[in-house]
């Protein structure tokens, strides 16, 4: 019996390419993640496009004030990486991510 490599791992698991997905990591990695960071984006990878306020609600955290504020900044610093896309419909955002970092989102699911 041979050993898979961890690339046909993550290849075979997750359906994603190793590099890419450590590239975009490490991109996220700068904009300072934390647990509620990285729980939001494995909400939006579960279900995109989303609010911000829905994607707190449907972890079960505020989704006003400080937290509302702190992932904003987060999710805007991700935009600038462009891993994340916003888009406006009337007075709300909405995210998603961008076709750079699909892979990123199928590996958070």
Do not use: C, D
């Not at 904009?31 to 496009?49: D, F, I, M, Q, Y």
């Amino acid at each position: 019996m041979s050993m898979l490599g961890y690339e046909e791992l993550m290849r075979n698991t997750f359906n994603v390419e190793r590099t890419s997905v450590e590239i975009l990591l490490k991109k996220v990695q700068r904009a300072k993640v934390s647990p509620l960071r990285l729980s939001t984006l494995k909400s939006l990878a579960k279900k995109k496009p989303q609010t911000i306020s829905g994607i707190l609600l449907a972890i079960g955290q505020n989704n006003t004030g400080g937290t509302y504020k702190s992932i904003h900044t987060f999710f805007i610093l991700l935009e600038n990486e462009h891993i994340l896309n916003s888009k406006k419909q009337g007075r709300r955002t909405y995210w998603s991510y961008s076709t750079n970092a699909e892979e990123l989102a199928k590996y958070l699911q």
